[in-house]
Nanobody
Framework: QLQLVESGGGLVQPGGSLRLSCAAS????????VGWFRQAPGKEREGVSC????????NYADAVKGRLTISRDNAKNTVYLQVNSLKPADTAVYYC????????????????WGQGTQVTVSS
């Protein structure tokens, strides 16, 4: 069964950090770019970061630039999203998704999606 599973979310205080993981099973990630998206209650889904299949290219949304680091370990079939200096505005369900080789800002071009992991930033 082809699956993406996100983990690492939780409740964190403002200014805190989390590392989200996106693990693939049933297929190998090394031919796929992986994007991270988030959706807050009542808001549209937005892309926050993406990494190409080789890991050589990364991009970040302006709202999170400087606070997020995306990385991948193809040997572990996993992509990570390190999120620092968390703010209440970062509260959302975070999803990872795959696209062949290269990133795109269009979520409709991503094929496999995980079920999401909840990140809540609150004091």
């Amino acid at each position: 069964q082809l699956q993406l599973v996100e983990s690492g979310g939780g409740l964190v205080q403002p200014g805190g950090s989390l590392r989200l993981s996106c693990a693939a099973s049933g297929f190998t990630l090394n031919r796929y770019a992986v994007g991270w998206f988030r959706q807050a209650p009542g808001k549209e889904r937005e892309g926050v970061s993406c990494i190409s299949s080789s890991g050589g290219r990364t991009n970040y949304a302006d709202a999170v630039k400087g606070r997020l680091t995306i990385s991948r370990d193809n040997a572990k079939n996993t992509v990570y999203l390190q999120v620092n200096s968390l703010k209440p505005a970062d509260t959302a369900v975070y999803y990872c998704a795959t696209r062949r080789f290269y990133c795109s800002g269009d979520a409709s071009e991503y094929g496999y999606w995980g079920q999401g992991t909840q990140v809540t930033v609150s004091s």
